[in-house]
């Protein structure tokens, strides 16, 4: 982590990779203490929910986490890492047990006494309603100094996004709190239900930029002055490592500073390991005002509780892949380029 900092990091987004994904085409949840807690006939055994392991063990890893970081760095929690308990009350669209509201108070009183940030990650569109009450709730109760310790993850992705995003403006605006913006394409492709999300890419990509853009130039749907509403206070944070969405958006951010034009506050982040091209590109933009301030974001745990996440990184890496090839051919071409127009100049051609 010092490391990253001294290339020029701003800081480090930590994760504990604990979660149950579930998979729409078998109806099936696979991941965190699933089996351990679920007696033969699949009912979750009355001492287990009383208080429970797995949220404990959630609870410690994710504390352990805070631990690990310094100020102004953040942690990213996967709260289907905490069990079937947890993820039952998802399911029915329901706050968790009052055993992991306990817990993410303890977690968020103990980042913020650091001045650690919290990404609440958005997961399988089926637990997604229950994660989304529960990041409301913390918003609504530790975003009040003006600024957000704890962020809700949007999935331009998904169709019904920009709705989910209008209610939660107006819930920030009526109940005057910081919405904590985390805005990504959507990782759950493989296994989320594809009537939900975008028929294409280009739809995605079009429904990232136009958040991104929206929030920056505080104008989303009836909120801000072209709509009816007023805007409220937002923190963006661009997760993305497509280079295109990242750098308008950083340029048009920039334009407004300068210009005078109002705002709001953004950071950028890319996985360790993956796009670090991208992130190198962001930091090279920066011409001595510290902006764009960007973010790396590292998940550990076991081999076994990080298999989910690899896996979606090796589908993603397909694109990924396809991306260095574009690289590496555009590099190849500006170099015979370049040796061309030298070799144009010498005397004897
Ligand atoms: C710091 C960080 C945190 C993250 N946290 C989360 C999180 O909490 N939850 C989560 O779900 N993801 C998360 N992600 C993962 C992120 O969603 C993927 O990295 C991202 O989807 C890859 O897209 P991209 O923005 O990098 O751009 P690109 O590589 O340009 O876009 C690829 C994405 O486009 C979308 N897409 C591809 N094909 C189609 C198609 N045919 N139709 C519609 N859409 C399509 C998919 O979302 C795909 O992943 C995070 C990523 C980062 C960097």
Known sequence: MREMKEMGFRGM?????????????TQAQNGQGIAALKSENGDVSVEASVHCPSIEAWREGTVETIYMTEAEDYIAVKLTGAGANVTEAFTAGELPPQQMMDALHEVCTKAKDRKVRILIDAESQHFQKGISRVAVELMRKYNRDGYATIYNTYQAYLKNTPATLANHLALANEDGFTLGLKLVRGAYMATDERSLIHDTKEDTDNAYNMIAQGALTKNIGEFGDKGTRDFPSVNLFLASHNKESVVTAHELHKHRVMSGLPT??????????????????LLQMNDGDGTPEVYKCSTWGGMGECLAYLLRRAIENRDAVLRTDNEYRALKKEVLRRVKSVLSLSPSS
């Open 13 to 25: 987004i930590l994760t504990y990779a604990a979660e149950t994904v579930f998979d729409h085409s």
């Open 264 to 281: 709001v506050p953004v950071r950028f982040a890319q996985l360790h390991g993956m796009s670090d091209e991208v992130s190198f590109s």
